[in-house]
């Protein structure tokens, strides 16, 4: 009986495995051959051993051909099934019964959309999807950030887009069916969603030039505004923005309220295109309030294309989803009960914190004065000062210090309670620099390490209510000076909010003497001591 050709012995009458490395292979493992020593005399086992280790070798060299494939030899792969993959479409199409006049509309659309990622050599989700499912089911192994794999799935986007073509077409005609093959063997030419001597720019362009004049945004902002937008584009396309009408601000919307809250943050929905998520079931949608954001920020956007002659009509003005709650509702001040649990908190655990004071008087300032959680941690030494004989907290944005708004720049008077408490001992020890040395400035400013830990502290102690937050204190103080009849005027300056009021612009901001005198109406109940 003779051995396979990968079964060899050693004088020792010990078997082996042997096998010879195609040639295309030997430069990428640097051998010619690998030989492994089975450890038995018996042919018997000695055989089983081989055929395994035979098996998973050739596979292992069938990966690697994979992983080595380039556009042309995966194109020649994947030939059989893209020539049946029309009457797919076709047969997918037919399940959703005949064309309306709405899905007709829809296609149409689509084929728009479409037609403009091509023209930028782009592919749409659901043929990055489709593209994924054939090369894992012919063990391709290929990145699907390579170019190779863009450019398949470019092709599918165009055999979609061909086969939806064709679906309206046939529709129109009430003929066959039946798409032809050669429809996919060569896809007809796209034409441009709009006439050429009316043609604009791609979205993408225009947001690249949205942005760029738009270079006063902190990074945050820009990191998220770009967020946005890119989202945009991920779920109309990259079309000609004078292709962009009301239907395709109205599929925006409809796609925005059935993407998850996060999507980015959880691996769940990693290398998950729009199309496979929001046929998703299980999941909770983002909410009124993020979808809204969504909308002001394109609409904005669109504005600014209408105003610089980019487009001809903002057509997502006026798309805003109706809020089910009030402005006030969205968070809950801190109550008495909260509040006797915080400040207790404050002077037993955080008071004698000499590595972190911040822990101690960042919460005791803000319930004092309002002031918003960057606006206290970005505090300089320099920034206490006495104006008009009166210690006062200079809310203002030099050096590297920021603002929200114009109007969030103020002298806020410092708390008599703050002062009984030794914050102006505090501020004497420390020299020229932060108020809060141990903070580090991130991309969001100096506050976010210090949001995250408030707010995990507080219900560490007890404060379970999900509606309350470091950013409560500041709803706290405003609901204390209201209940004590306030004016109005007086804690929207004290706020650093804006008044939009015509009038507000001829009436110089309240003096710091008259500030202080509303500051001190200002009593906790609580005792803090």
Not at 34 to 44: E, P, V
Not at 262 to 288: H, L
Not at 306 to 327: F, I, R
Request: hydrophobic content about 35%; overall charge positive.
């Amino acid at each position: 009986m003779s051995s396979p050709t990968y079964l060899v012995r050693n004088r020792h009458n010990t078997y082996y495995f042997r096998y010879v490395i195609p040639a295309q292979y030997r430069e990428i493992l640097g051998k010619r051959e690998i030989r492994r020593s089975l450890g038995t005399h018996r042919r018997k086992d000695a055989v089983k051993m081989a055929r395994y280790w035979a098996v998973r070798l050739e596979l292992a060299l069938s990966c690697l051909h994979s992983q080595n494939m380039d556009y042309t030899e995966i194109k020649q792969l994947l030939e059989p099934t893209l020539q049946g993959l029309p009457d797919a479409l076709m047969s997918r199409f037919m399940q959703d019964g005949p064309l309306t006049e709405q899905r007709k509309q829809e296609l149409q659309y689509q084929i728009k959309a479409q037609q403009g990622l091509v023209k930028q050599d782009l592919s749409t989700p659901k043929a990055d999807e489709l593209t994924k499912q054939l090369l894992a089911e012919n063990r391709v192994e290929i990145e699907s950030s390579s170019e190779d794999f863009n450019r398949v799935s470019i092709d599918l986007t165009k055999i979609i887009t061909a086969a939806m073509e064709h679906y309206i077409g046939i529709s129109n005609e009430h003929g066959s069916y039946t798409l032809s093959p050669t429809v996919i063997a060569q896809p007809p030419t796209l034409q441009p969603a709009v006439n050429q001597s009316d043609s604009g720019e791609p979205l993408s362009v225009v947001i690249e030039k949205y942005v760029e004049e738009n270079s006063q945004w902190q990074p945050k902002t820009k990191q998220e505004n770009q967020a946005i937008y890119d989202l945009f584009v991920e779920i109309v396309g990259d079309i000609d923005i004078k292709a962009f009408d009301r239907t395709s601000a109205r599929h925006f919307k409809e796609v925005l309220q059935k993407i998850p809250a996060n999507r980015n943050k959880s691996k769940r929905y990693e290398d998950k295109g729009i199309d496979t998520i929001t046929k998703m079931t299980d999941v909770t949608p983002m909410s009124t309030t993020s979808v809204n954001k969504y909308l002001t920020r394109v609409t904005s956007l669109m504005k600014w294309a209408v105003n610089n002659s980019y487009a001809d009509k903002n057509h997502v003005e006026g798309m805003l989803l109706p809020k089910t709650t009030q402005p006030h509702e969205d968070r809950d001040p801190f109550g008495d009960a909260e509040l006797k649990i915080l400040f207790h908190d404050l002077q037993t655990n955080q008071l004698n914190n000499k590595r972190q004071p911040e822990r101690y008087w960042i919460p005791l300032i803000t319930a004092h004065t309002g002031m918003r959680l960057e606006e206290v941690c970005q505090l300089k030494a320099t920034d206490i000062k006495k104006i008009d004989g009166i210690w006062v907290f200079d809310i203002n944005d030099e050096d590297d210090k920021r603002l929200k708004t114009k109007s969030s720049r103020r002298q806020i008077p410092v708390h008599p309670k703050l002062i009984e408490l030794g914050f102006l001992q505090y501020h004497k020890s420390l020299k020229d620099g932060q108020l809060w040395p141990r903070l580090e400035k991130g991309r969001d400013g100096y506050g976010q390490n210090f949001g995250k830990w408030f707010n995990r502290r507080i219900r560490i102690i007890g404060i379970i209510n999900p509606k309350i937050s470091f950013h409560s204190l500041r709803h706290t103080f405003a609901n204390q000076l209201h209940q004590k009849d306030v004016k109005k005027e007086r804690i929207t300056e004290l706020l650093g909010h804006s008044d939009e009021d015509t009038t507000a612009r001829y009436i110089k901001k309240y003096d710091v003497k008259g500030q202080s005198e509303v500051i001190k109406q200002l009593k906790y109940v609580i005792p803090l001591l």
